[in-house]
């Protein structure tokens, strides 16, 4: 009688060690983000100074007060809400700059989203100014359907909206509303 409930035990052991196994489930994405409540940034760094190299030349410089980073999202993305100021260089020489009040970094997409006082200075010392301008980083391609200003050489473009490659050496400004040519 005694190896009989011994058998009895042993089955009933390894049939609760069996079905614990088998309800177990991979699950470490919601151990991960247990005490981030779903609206809130996963982490937040302050008084960036990021520098972006390849082959030990540094190719951008990104100032920013502060960053929140939402990747934990489903749709991830960064946020600057205290704006950016970010300088690229092309073999050691300061090609442009770019500052605005507002940014978000799309991480699927690659689109960079500008707002508030956007300033765009090429190494040619075009500028261009916006209330909202976007970034694709793949196309390398800028563009904006807002209001925009646009001085290139002598003359001071005024228009809605703005097409552009990143060396703006096919810069359009879309429903020109005036243009003013300066005096040297």
């Not at 997409?109 to 006082?117: F, M, R, S, V």
């Not at 807002?146 to 473009?157: A, E, L, N, S, W």
């Not at 005024?158 to 703006?168: A, E, H, I, L």
């Amino acid at each position: 009688m005694p190896k009989l409930h011994i058998s009895i035990y042993r089955s009933i052991v390894t049939t609760c060690v069996v079905a614990m196994l088998f309800s177990c489930k991979n699950n470490f994405k919601d151990v991960q983000n247990i005490g981030v409540s779903e609206n809130e940034p996963i982490g937040v760094a302050e008084n960036i100074n990021l520098k972006y190299t390849d082959s030990g030349k540094v190719e951008a410089i990104l100032l920013s007060p502060k960053m929140y980073d939402y990747s934990n999202k489903a749709f991830g993305y960064n946020k600057f809400t205290e704006g950016v100021n970010l300088e690229v260089f092309e073999d050691d020489v300061k090609k442009g700059t770019i500052i605005a009040d507002y940014a978000i970094v799309y991480n699927k997409t690659n689109i960079i989203d500008l707002q508030g006082n956007v300033k765009v200075v090429t190494d040619a010392n075009d500028t261009l100014f916006a209330e909202q301008l976007y970034y694709d980083n793949k196309a390398e391609w800028l563009f904006t359907n807002k209001p925009v200003t646009f001085r290139t050489g002598q003359d001071v473009i005024n228009g809605n909206g703005f097409d552009s490659n990143s060396k703006f050496s096919n810069a359009e400004v879309l429903e020109i509303t005036g243009i003013i040519t300066l005096k040297e």
